[in-house]
């Protein structure tokens, strides 16, 4: 019981930094973009270098479950080094995260966040796609509500919240809508993929996370050469960096491995609730931060968004038990009948 409860527990503590931290970076990576007066940074180098504290923080956990040198040394050399197969497995959703990552700063940087927010949720139903296709994995009438609710709540949450005070830059909608939809359709693939990769076998998670991050590093570092390379020989990798970038990179790490870790012991579609939760946190932060003002639609929609999560979070009947339950009835009603 003990046990059970502590699992929960873990989960719980699990969604909730994710939350904090994806509200979090979704206020500061729309402010480094759009209202700061720095000079603008290199997004490219934001995402490469989050890949690299990634690895970082990974090796850091697989030291700390292996609690030797020796092994450490050794399991980067088996998995990594000496397993061309497995990077090569983790590649794929390595491609898929880079695109996301740096679609991700291109949606915010021509979209206000409410419009961000609530077009960023389609991942979810695309996510649940993923599964069906990917997995086998189907839902339940009642989580099929919920996510209907879910997307009903987020819609009113971001109807009219407002407007806030002019950007520095010039923005694209169209472009911005285009670089979304493609965020959408990655989040949803590469999270799914991952999943199965983690839960195909009990090679360490972390151990998945080094392989995905090599060919991560890679992958951003290609970006940065094909899109900015020539800048950054001329200004240097970390032109435009002030604290404020520094806590958008960081919080894309953390939130990495959070994710991670949700996806290995939860699922896909928790992680997406715990994405909607942080809409209306984020939401509230851009009251403050943005000017943005709460309306009678928000208060509708953040209740639409609770309700969805409790009703998604309803642990299953067990059918195969209820059904046997009512055949032993059955039987002994036949009996007395008799």
């Known amino acids: 019981m003990g046990g059970e409860n502590g699992s929960l527990v873990f989960k719980l503590y699990c969604l909730t930094v994710m939350t904090l931290v994806a509200a979090a970076y979704t206020v500061t990576l729309r402010y480094t973009r759009t209202f700061s007066s720095e000079v603008l940074y290199f997004s490219t ?31 980067i050399k088996e998995y990594v080094l000496c397993n061309p197969r497995g990077l090569l497995k983790l590649s794929v959703p390595s491609v898929v995260y880079a695109v996301q990552n740096n679609m991700a700063f291109l949606a915010l940087s021509n979209l206000d966040a409410a419009i961000y927010q609530v077009t960023y949720q389609l991942k979810i139903p695309c996510t649940a796609l993923c599964m069906f296709l990917m997995l086998n994995r189907t839902l339940s009438k009642r989580q099929c509500v919920a996510i209907f609710l879910l997307l009903m709540g987020v819609i009113l949450v971001q109807w009219k919240p407002g407007d806030a005070a002019e950007v520095q830059i010039e923005q694209n909608r169209l472009v911005g809508f285009i670089a979304i939809i493609i965020a959408v359709v990655c989040s949803g693939f590469a999270g799914v993929y991952f999943e199965k990769v983690l839960k195909s076998s009990d090679t360490s998670l972390w151990v998945r996370n080094i392989q995905m991050y090599v060919s991560g590093i890679a992958i951003t570092f290609m970006g940065v050469v094909v899109t900015d390379g020539e800048k950054v020989l001329e200004k240097g990798f970390f032109f435009g960096y002030t604290p404020w970038v520094c806590f958008v990179v960081f919080l894309a790490s953390v939130g990495g491995l959070y994710t991670s870790v949700v996806v290995k012991y939860t699922d896909n579609i928790m992680k997406g609730f715990s994405a909607a939760a942080a809409i209306v946190l984020s939401t509230l932060a851009s009251v403050f931060l943005f000017g943005l003002h709460i309306t009678t639609t928000f208060m509708l929609g953040a209740t639409l968004v609770c309700l969805s999560i409790y009703l998604y979070g309803l642990p299953k009947q067990d059918t195969s038990t209820l059904r046997q339950e009512q055949a032993n009835g059955e039987s002994k009603q036949n009996l007395v009948t008799v």
Do not use: D, H, Y
Not at 48 to 72: H, Q, W
């Open 45 to 75: 180098t934001a995402v490469c270098l989050t890949e690299v504290i990634k690895l970082v923080l990974s090796i850091g956990m697989l030291a700390r479950e292996t609690r030797s040198p020796g092994k450490l040394l050794g399991a």
